[in-house]
């Protein structure tokens, strides 16, 4: 079965402080995709990132980084001196090759005060 | 680039009424989705149409959803009638294709709201 756990419902931090998101998966699948979407007030999911099950090095993208460790089923979401702006849901999905719909988490929802 | 259209963004609906929801995906996204999201949950999808060919509608509550693409593009997503418990955001995504490389994007979504 594929399943996606995002155990912190709710996250607060004050802005310039470092916040990770964590991110735990199953699947039998070898072949996967997981994705991190940021869900501002507006509603709208933004796309983040996808990373592939064969590539576990880690990734920056300004603030944004992701940590993918196969080993503990994880793909962790860090922000680094994080801004009111960054105030959102975050969920994380997954899709495989075997099981092609994208199953999300329940979410984080990250409250950057000032 | 645009991004995905949904129309209305909000409805408010006396339980056992009809709605319509419409949905408009990027420019030559084959691939075409709608999601229902309630409150605290992730999405959950409802169907997925590939061109105006329906490839996965087995979370569709077929007695009361309806869901259409004519002509490959635009989507109208209507529940009738509706039910206290249909309240939530219903969200609409494409992709290029249906492969697990292809990314969805999504849209604003539609919040319902059942009374």
């Known amino acids: 079965a594929q399943k996606v756990t995002q155990a912190q419902t709710e996250i607060s931090v004050v802005e310039k402080e470092d916040v990770t998101l964590d991110c735990v998966y199953e699947?039998?699948?070898?072949?996967?995709?997981l994705f991190w979407y940021k869900q501002p007030p507006s509603g709208e999911l933004v796309f983040l990132i996808r990373?592939?099950?064969?590539?576990?090095q880690n990734e920056i993208s300004g603030r944004y980084s992701w940590n993918f460790q196969k080993s503990t089923s994880s793909f962790n979401f860090t922000i680094t001196a994080s801004q009111v702006v960054d105030s959102a849901v975050y969920f994380c999905?997954?899709?495989?090759?075997?099981?092609?719909?994208?199953?999300f988490g329940t979410g984080t929802r990250l409250l950057v005060s000032p | 680039e645009a991004g995905v259209a949904q129309s209305p963004r909000y409805k408010i609906i006396e339980k056992r009424q009809s709605v319509a929801f419409w949905c408009n995906p990027i420019?030559?996204?084959?691939?075409l989705y709608w999601y229902q999201q309630i409150l605290g949950q992730g999405p959950k999808l409802l169907i997925q149409?590939?061109?105006?060919?329906?490839?996965?509608d087995s979370q569709l509550p077929k007695d009361r959803f309806s869901a259409e693409r004519l002509k490959g593009v635009d989507s109208t997503l209507k529940i009738q009638p509706a039910k206290l418990e249909d309240s939530a955001v219903y969200l609409c995504?494409?992709?290029?294709?249906?492969?697990?490389?292809?990314?969805?994007?999504f849209g604003p979504g539609t919040r319902l709201t059942v009374l």
């Open positions: 999905a997954l899709k495989s090759t075997g099981f092609q719909k994208l199953v």
């Open positions: 990373r592939n099950s064969f590539d576990e």
């Open positions: 149409f590939q061109n105006n060919g329906v490839v996965d």
């Open positions: 420019s030559g996204h084959a691939t």
């Open positions: 699947t039998r699948d070898t072949t996967y995709y």
């Open positions: 995504a494409s992709s290029l294709g249906v492969g697990p490389t292809d990314t969805q994007y």
